[in-house]
């Protein structure tokens, strides 16, 4: 089956360091990538996503490229800010033979962000 | 610019009381579906539709109910709650395309099983 790891959390950094939470994943097929953030008390919000090999998504500052060779999809800044703080999902989304995905997501286990002033 | 609504945000139930939990999305959207949030465990998914009229189990489907008589509308019903369904759950939404595109979230709804 599909599956996300992301590295152990939470993650507690200065504001204006740099910033990579890793994602690895396993799936069937050819799935595609995503990253979501989660601020205190919301929602989740689409932050960037990569749909094929070598592709690299980019939002905000942020930066992830799809790595097919080592089933990676890692996650940077270059300098974070405190309003970067907020819980980071690492997702795939997996088609069938026929090319659907039906809007299915598998998750990561969430990497929580802290940024100090 | 609605989006996705999920209500109510917050709940507080006993053992053994059902409820549901309402969703509803005005992007015409055909696919919806449900997740429960857990600390450590990210989101995983409890029951997808794929259109008005058809639904099917995701990963944690045991304990919940789902029905899809509209395209705007996807209730999460709980049968009878248990303390193990105190979570966060959410309410997605898809465009049917080929190929894959992202969900669209709402808000949440806090639900507390005592």
Redesign the interface.
Known sequence: GNSVTQMEGPVTLSEEAFLTINCTYTATGYPSLFWYVQYPGEGLQLLLKATKADDKGSNKGFEATYRKETTSFHLEKGSVQVSDSAVYFCALSAPDAGGTSYGKLTFGQGTILTVHP | NAG?TQTPKFQVLKTGQSMTLQCAQDMN?E???W?RQDP??????IH?S?GAGITDQ?EVPNGYNVSRSTTEDFPLRLLSAAPSQTSVY?C???PQL???????????TRLTVV
Do not use: C, D, K, P
């Open positions: 996705v959207h696919y919806m579906s997740y450590g465990m990210g989101l995983r998914l997808y794929v995701g959410f997605a939404s898809s080929l190929g894959n595109t992202e969900a669209f979230f709402g808000q949440g």
